[in-house]
């Protein structure tokens, strides 16, 4: 069955400090994958998207994240975290000829100390 | 800067009686997706259309909820009779085929 994971539900990091989100997958096929992340009472803003090509990809507000094919995972760092980035963040993977449809992981709440 | 609305905003109910959540996509994207989100279930597909046709819908109950599109500037998320297990967000979000979807803010039900 075709499913997401992030395996931290809970991460709290200190302001200035790194940071690095996982997500893993299980897919049949070359899955497409995006993250989002929610701000209290907010939707669901694009933070970046993988397609195809390089695996490294640039967001939104200083994220990265890299796409590895081998250990089916796409995980999400910021070297330098910020108050405003405490937030819960979801990382979606779809497939291609599946009409857009996307499978959500459960989310990783990140929290931030001063 | 093209967005997703969604109306109402905030619903509070009472069991029992029909909810009406309405979305309009961005001009131009040709696929609306309706989501769930509740704590314990986290985010749930509930159905999608492309070009304002069902593709989707297997994640509803069909007994009490219905999906429309009523023209390209318009879905439509109807709960009729509403129960307290519906109390969630209901996010709509748009997109173009297999691309980004872009959500909107969400409606807060509360059903008592």
């Known amino acids: 069955a075709q499913s997401v994971t992030q395996p931290d539900i809970h991460i709290t990091v200190s302001e200035g400090a790194s940071l690095e989100l996982r997500c893993n997958y299980s897919y049949g096929a070359t899955p497409y994958l995006f993250w989002y992340v929610q701000s209290p009472g907010q939707g669901l803003q694009l933070l970046l998207k993988?397609?195809?090509?390089?695996?490294l990809v640039q967001g939104i507000k200083g994220f990265e994240a890299e796409f590895k094919r081998s250990q089916s995972s796409f995980n999400l760092r910021k070297p330098s975290v910020h108050w405003s980035d405490a937030a819960e963040y979801f990382c979606a993977v779809g497939r291609y000829n599946q009409g857009g449809k996307l499978i959500f992981g459960q989310g990783t709440e990140l929290s931030v100390k001063p | 800067d093209a967005r997703v609305t969604q109306t109402p905003r905030h619903k509070v109910t009472e069991m029992g009686q029909e909810v009406t959540m309405r979305c309009q996509p961005i001009?131009?994207?040709?696929?609306v997706f309706w989501y769930r989100q509740t704590m314990m279930q986290g985010l749930e597909l509930l159905a999608y259309f492309r070009n304002r046709a069902p593709l989707d819908d297997s994640g509803m109950p069909k007994d009490r909820f219905s999906a429309e599109m009523p023209d390209a500037t318009l879905a439509t998320l109807k709960i009729q009779p509403s129960e307290p297990r519906d109390s969630a967000v209901y996010f709509c979000a748009s997109g173009l085929a297999e691309e980004t979807q872009y959500f909107g803010p969400g409606t807060r039900l509360l059903v008592l």
């Open positions: 001009l131009g994207h040709n696929t």
């Open positions: 993988y397609f195809s090509g390089d695996t």
